[in-house]
């Protein structure tokens, strides 16, 4: 059963960077489709981005479009979520996830795995 353990979250000031990491274990990471989900408080679960098992395909929320860029390393088990030109309406736990069948998918619902999340807090 794949484990998966969020890091690099903060409180940074509106403008700034921070970059998230999600660190898999315990299952076939390279055969999985990866993703990040934020959610506020108060508000549903949002799709932030999601690539394919390759790396081949990605996709974005539309309000991340631009400033946020998801990538993995197959080797490290590890997938990245770079974060730039940071808003405070970005503040949000900010949750990685696996789809076991390898695509990348904007919808909770075709997710096996979550993680525990990482607080993001942007600061005006």
């Known amino acids: 059963q794949v484990q998966l353990v969020e890091s690099g979250g903060g409180l940074v000031q509106a403008g700034g960077s921070l970059r998230l990491s999600c660190t898999a274990s315990?299952?076939?990471?390279?055969?999985?489709?990866m993703g990040w989900f934020r959610q506020a408080p108060g508000k549903e679960r949002e799709f932030v981005a999601s690539i394919s098992w390759n790396g081949g395909f990605t996709k974005y929320g539309d309000s991340v479009q631009g400033r946020f860029t998801i990538s993995r390393d197959n080797i490290k088990n590890t997938v990245y979520l770079p974060m730039n030109s940071l808003k405070p309406e970005d503040t949000a736990v900010y949750y990685c996830?696996?789809?076991?069948?390898?695509?990348?998918?904007?919808?909770?619902?075709?997710?096996?795995?979550w993680g525990q999340g990482t607080q993001v807090t942007v600061s005006s």
């Open positions: 315990g299952g076939a990471f390279s055969s999985y489709g």
């Open positions: 996830g696996a789809v076991l069948w390898g695509h990348a998918s904007p919808r909770a619902v075709d997710y096996g795995a």
